[in-house]
């Protein structure tokens, strides 16, 4: 079974709203972390023609595949949503860890880990979740927002009826809304009504395996414009460079000599030659048929695994970062040589605060992030990059992208050399940008020529200067984070919410718990309760997970400072009985309410119990106990117990289950509550 369960409509309603109510916070995002709107900065950019509030967005990947990852990527200021890739192979088994952002950025991660049916539903989840937020008001003048799907991997796949089926979904999904308003929950009843739009996304990126052949390439995006009537991106590979340009870019230039592309895979990919034709004659098309067509650079870039990291046996890894953006902007440059500015360009490689407003300015769009996301302060660096942009935009005095592009580099002047008018109006238009002058006005119809030339020598300059900036290159990034070498334990860490930042699901979250020593107490079978030493609880905060959103992709792993692992050694919490048994090699809480209290269903060290918490003392059954324990009180314990049995960890479960679920706290587990 997948390791993910999706969340409820109603949980994510009571969750975010509540939250946002009590804590100034939406899925551990802090209000004041929400992107915001500059005043007379028209950030926006059209993608097909679909207008979206920033060219920022999270790409297809771990920030895209839950409901609540797309929220998040949205209220932190991503306004076109790259959804994660979708195929017709929808029972993946993933090897985990899948996800290592030590240093560059490196996954074996795949498409969708939930069914295609399952992921429309999230997709139109997350899609209803933004209506209600722009109804809430939480990011105005930065509404407008473009959900582009992403389908792998090959035609026939495409083709079959339950992608075909998926995609009908997503370009109206009126059923799926109208069965998931009603869900909606009382107290939020005024978001019953609204209009949500039916059309999830009419556009899609098309993602194929590492040496897929070209024309296979080709067939998929032409089947997608004609058949499905969707506008179409096409994301190429990095091995377009060729072998030698590309090992001198990586090796030779930024360092990472460790980093070995199997020969085989140029073998394998699309070469350029290809490239240049197919993209010409699926160009062609779309301007026959009235569709939009575009590329993407790029995909990742395989690698040998050199690590031992991801789990044994796996011989290649995708490469993500800082090397794949010096990479990624050389093959723009070169496609742009080819093709000038006549195809749109997505871009996403190692993007970063730092270098967001700058590949804006080179007219791609949009301009999206994983890897960076994965780090750090994760969602919560999404709120800078627009906030860089609009800065860069007022230092040039531009008010929208088109005259930032011509301006952000100070090249508007030398565009005017590429372009055939008058001397007399090139001179007009030197002139309108000393004097500052609106240049959309001061151009009129050259407007548009003017800034694609502007784009292209923005391309050069930018990529001439990235392939010499030392903070891609591997010594400037190979700094691991820190690590104590301390054991994470269930109870206390250095409670640093570094894990908490990074999950891109937001399965992780911090929980009071009183700092009431844990109690010592072992029940053996004919005999007292053996009393101990009870330990102390040194933290007034701890960690736990939401297990239904965790797959175990081990990034809180890789940041925490301590070892184990966050997902593993932390108090694990499943949203349902069901998605408790349905992780059998995973301890943790399943946590119901009853009319008296808290019902535990529990797995601990392997084994399945239950624990009826009246507020007073605990029922605790399982196999070959079945006791009444007073937690106040351990020695008291009575029943029958047919093997030893620790008493003080029941009594931690409950404590732990009241933590979770109190009053004065948001999660994932009392949101289920009515
Ligand atoms: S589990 Fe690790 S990363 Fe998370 S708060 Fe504790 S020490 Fe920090
Ligand atoms: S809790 Fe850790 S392992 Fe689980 S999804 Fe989040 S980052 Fe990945």
């Given amino acids: 079974m997948a390791d993910l369960t999706p969340i409820p409509l109603p949980v994510l309603v009571n969750r975010m709203f509540r939250e946002l109510a009590a804590k100034k916070s939406a899925f551990h995002l802090p209000r004041f972390k929400f992107a915001k709107a500059a005043a007379g900065r028209d950030m926006s950019t059209s993608i097909f023609g679909r207008r979206a509030a920033t060219p920022f967005g999270p790409a297809a990947g771990p920030h895209t595949q839950l409901a609540q990852n797309i929220v998040l990527s949205w209220l932190a200021g991503g306004r076109v949503i790259e959804l994660k890739t979708v195929q017709v192979l929808d029972h993946l088994e993933i090897g985990r860890p899948c996800i290592d952002m030590e240093t560059v950025g490196f996954n074996i991660e795949w498409s969708q880990e939930l069914s295609l049916e399952q992921s429309l539903t999230e997709y139109v989840k997350a899609a209803m979740l933004i209506e209600m937020a722009k109804a809430e008001g939480l990011a105005p003048g930065l509404e407008d927002t473009v959900i582009d799907m992403s389908v792998g991997y090959d035609l026939a796949g495409i083709r079959t009826d339950k992608v075909r089926a998926f995609i009908a979904g997503m370009k109206d999904a009126g059923a799926v809304i109208d069965r998931l308003r009603r869900q909606i929950p009382d107290a939020y009843a005024r978001f019953r009504d609204l209009a949500y739009p039916t059309c999830i996304s009419d556009s899609v990126t098309v993602s194929t395996f590492h040496g897929c052949p070209p024309g296979e390439i080709e067939a998929i995006a032409a089947h997608l414009m004609a058949e499905e009537g969707l506008d179409v991106v096409v994301k190429l590979n990095p091995t377009l460079l060729g072998k030698a340009d590309l090992n001198a870019l990586l090796h030779d230039r930024l360092g990472y000599t460790d980093l070995v592309v199997p020969d085989a895979t140029f073998d394998k990919d699309a070469k350029w030659q290809d490239v240049r034709a197919i993209v010409s004659r699926l160009g062609d098309l779309a301007d026959r048929i009235g569709r939009g067509f575009g590329v993407k650079f790029s995909n990742t870039l395989l690698v040998h695994n050199h690590k031992p990291f991801f789990p044994a046996g796996t011989g290649e890894m995708y490469l993500s970062g800082p090397p794949l953006h010096v990479l990624a902007i050389e093959l ?42 994965l780090k750090g302060a994760g969602y919560g660096k999404g709120a800078d990059y627009v906030a860089d942009l609009a800065d860069r935009m007022a230092e040039v005095e531009a008010t929208d992208l088109d005259t930032y592009a011509l301006k952000a580099f100070g090249l508007a002047g030398a565009a005017l050399d590429d372009l055939e008018m008058p001397a007399g109006r090139k001179a007009a238009l030197s002139a309108a940008i000393e004097t500052g002058e609106d240049l959309r006005a001061a151009a009129g119809s050259d407007f548009g020529p003017w800034v694609s030339a502007a784009r292209l020598r923005n391309t050069l300059h930018y990529a001439a200067r990235v392939r010499d900036d030392r903070r891609y290159s591997r010594p400037e990034v190979d700094h691991p984070p820190r690590r104590t070498g301390v054991p994470l334990a269930l109870l206390d860490c250095e409670t640093c919410g570094k894990c908490v930042n990074v999950c ?22 004919g005999a007292d309760v053996a009393v101990g030493e009870a330990q102390p609880v040194t933290r007034a905060q701890q960690i736990g997970i939401f297990a239904d959103a965790c797959n175990r992709c081990g990034n809180c792993d890789v940041t925490c400072p301590e070892t184990g692992g966050p997902f593993a050694r932390k108090a694990n919490l499943f949203g349902s009985p069901a998605s408790l048994d349905g992780a059998p090699d995973r301890d943790g809480i399943a946590i119901e309410k009853t009319a008296t209290g808290l019902r535990l269903h529990v797995r601990d060290e392997g084994r399945r119990l239950t624990i009826n918490d009246d507020g007073a003392r605990l029922a605790c059954k399982g196999d070959g106990f079945d006791l009444s324990i007073d937690p106040a009180a351990p020695e008291t314990a009575c029943g029958v117990a047919g093997r030893p049995l620790d008493v003080g960890r029941l009594i931690l479960i409950a404590r732990i289950a009241r933590a979770v679920t109190a009053p004065t706290i948001v999660t994932y587990a009392n949101a289920a509550f009515d």
Wanted: aromatic content about 10%; hydrophobic content about 45%; overall charge neutral.
């Fill in 332 to 373: 723009v440059g070169r496609f742009r040589a080819e093709f000038g500015d006549r195809f749109p360009i997505s871009f996403s490689a190692g993007i970063d605060v730092g270098n967001f407003a700058d590949t804006v300015a080179l007219g791609l769009k949009p301009v999206s992030v994983c890897t960076d996301l």
């Fill in 504 to 525: 891109p699901n937001d399965a992780i979250f911090r929980y009071p718990l009183p700092q009431q020593p844990v109690v010592a107490a072992t029940l053996r079978p």
